[in-house]
């Protein structure tokens, strides 16, 4: 069983930055690929990032990529999303979850955080 929280959300102008942060309880952190996803309001949710058990592989889409930065701290047992040059389009839930695999499908992340709201003024 592994228990996240995850913090940071805020609202911030266009071209802003924001960190948002996940904190896991358990002692295995490690062994989970984090990811992280969002969901804007009247639309699925989607894949944002995912980062390997080690840190050493990472995934964005392709809407992010080049903005944000996934990074984890298995010593800490959190993972971070460094979101940079934020767009109104950015706007939503933010989500972190954890799997056994390293992967952009939700549906093979077991647990999920609460949820942190991202807002983007323009």
């Known amino acids: 069983q592994v228990k996240l929280v995850a913090a940071g959300g805020g609202l911030v102008q266009a071209g802003g930055s924001l960190s948002l942060s996940c904190s896991a309880s358990?002692?295995?952190?490690?062994?989970?690929?984090m990811g992280w996803f969002r969901q804007a309001p009247g639309k699925e949710r989607e894949f944002v990032a995912a980062i390997s058990g080690s840190g050493d592989r990472t995934a964005y889409a392709d809407s992010v990529k080049g903005r944000f930065v996934t990074s984890r701290d298995n010593a800490k047992n959190t993972v971070y999303l460094q979101s940079n040059s934020l767009k109104p389009e950015d706007t939503a839930v933010y989500y972190c979850?954890?799997?056994?695999?390293?992967?952009?499908?939700?549906?093979?992340?077991?647990?999920w955080g609460q949820g942190t709201q991202v807002s983007v003024s323009s």
């Open positions: 979850a954890a799997s056994v695999l390293y992967s952009r499908d939700s549906t093979l992340y077991a647990y």
């Open positions: 358990g002692r295995t952190f490690s062994s989970y690929a």
